[in-house]
Nanobody, 127 residues
Framework: QLQLVESGGGLVQPGGSLRLSCAAS????????IGWFRQAPGKEREGVSC???????YYAESVKGRFTISRDEARNTVYLQMNSLKPEDTAVYYC?????????????????????WGQGTQVTVSS
């Protein structure tokens, strides 16, 4: 059974850092694109970053240069390192998965393209 579990959220001051984890089970990352999305109160869910099954990456303009997505195939886990956090980064962060071909460089950016979702982890940036 395919499952995604996010962790690592919390309360951090502006300028601080957090590392989110997305632990995958029931599938291997070599065949899946993993995306990170976030939803702030009163706003629609938006794409943050994604990583293809070959390891190519995408970042939204709002996080480029501050966030880094990576993956550990041995742990079957994808990470989102978030630095220089701003209050506007406050949101529930979700990871999502979509099957693709083995080690493909293609990734998906839209929410509707992902059929599998984790439960989310809260990130609050506040002083």
């Amino acid at each position: 059974q395919l499952q995604l579990v996010e962790s690592g959220g919390g309360l951090v001051q502006p300028g601080g850092s957090l590392r989110l984890s997305c632990a995958a089970s029931g599938f291997t990352l070599n065949y899946y694109v993993i995306g990170w999305f976030r939803q702030a109160p009163g706003k629609e869910r938006e794409g943050v970053s994604c990583i293809s099954s070959a390891g190519t990456t995408y970042y939204a303009e709002s996080v480029k240069g501050r966030f880094t997505i990576s993956r550990d195939e041995a742990r079957n886990t994808v990470y989102l390192q978030m630095n220089s956090l701003k209050p506007e980064d406050t949101a529930v962060y979700y990871c999502a998965a979509r099957r693709t071909t083995y080690r493909s460089t293609y990734y998906y950016r839209a929410e509707y393209e992902y059929p599998y979702w984790g439960q989310g982890t809260q990130v609050t940036v506040s002083s």
